[in-house]
């Protein structure tokens, strides 16, 4: 198994910009995840979807932040406009019922 | 008090030595919890889970929980220099829905040869 694919790996980008990040689940998983590390405030949930349906938004920054997982194979997580501040390291995971993390996408926006 | 509290340390242990690394959680948080190691650049990975009250041994790792304290331990017997990372301990939110996890900030742990 490949494991949770994303995609970029890395990502630079100016302030103001579009960030559209990818994200393929194992295959079977009915959970997918959306989170965002940073040295200051450590790893957080930003959303998660249980059979494609998102479940729990509450941890999406603000309306700038979007997900959507069109497929069981396939979600994405998309700022407009981007800020500095979101620059991080963002992960998706998915489960079954143990939670595997996929490579992460570090962000940076200048 | 945060949800999920852990010192960021660095730990520092010698080969060979125990390395036991705390978790402290509020009473929003459900008691089962998770140990995941995380590598500098690389993604958190699952190694220990534990549900009930009590010891959990795997290999070199003891999970340990104590429900009436709400603290979790994960001890390392015989620590080994590429034990070196970052553990995060983690909690469900919900009572037996272990879906949305919070995660503590994690403890660094060196260990030197």
């Known amino acids: 198994d490949a494991g949770v694919i994303q995609s970029p790996r890395h990502e630079v980008t100016e302030m103001g910009q579009e960030v559209t990040l990818r994200c393929k689940p194992i295959s079977g998983h009915n959970s997918l995840f959306w989170y965002r590390q940073t040295m200051m405030r450590g790893l957080e949930l930003l959303i998660y979807?249980?059979?494609?349906?998102?479940?729990?938004d509450s941890g999406m920054p603000e309306d700038r932040f979007s997900a959507k997982m069109p497929n069981a194979s396939f979600s994405t997580l998309k700022i407009q406009p981007s800020e500095p501040r979101d620059s991080a390291v963002y992960f998706c995971a998915s489960s079954k019922d143990t939670q595997y993390f996929g490579p992460g996408t570090r962000l940076t926006v200048l | 008090q945060k949800e999920v509290e852990q010192n960021s340390g660095p730990l520092s242990v010698p080969e060979g030595a125990i390395a036991s690394l705390n978790c402290t959680y509020s009473d929003r948080v459900s008691q089962s919890f998770f140990w995941y190691r995380q590598y500098s650049g690389k993604s958190p990975e699952l190694i220990m889970s534990i549900y009930s009250n009590g010891d959990k041994e795997d290999g070199r790792f003891t999970a340990q929980l104590n429900k009436a304290s709400q603290y979790v331990s994960l001890l390392i017997r015989d620590s080994q220099p590429s034990d070196s990372a970052t553990y995060l301990c983690a909690g469900p939110v919900t009572p037996y829905n272990t879906d949305k996890l919070i995660f503590g900030t994690g403890t660094r742990l060196q260990v030197f040869p």
């Open positions: 979807f249980n059979n494609n349906v998102p479940i729990d």
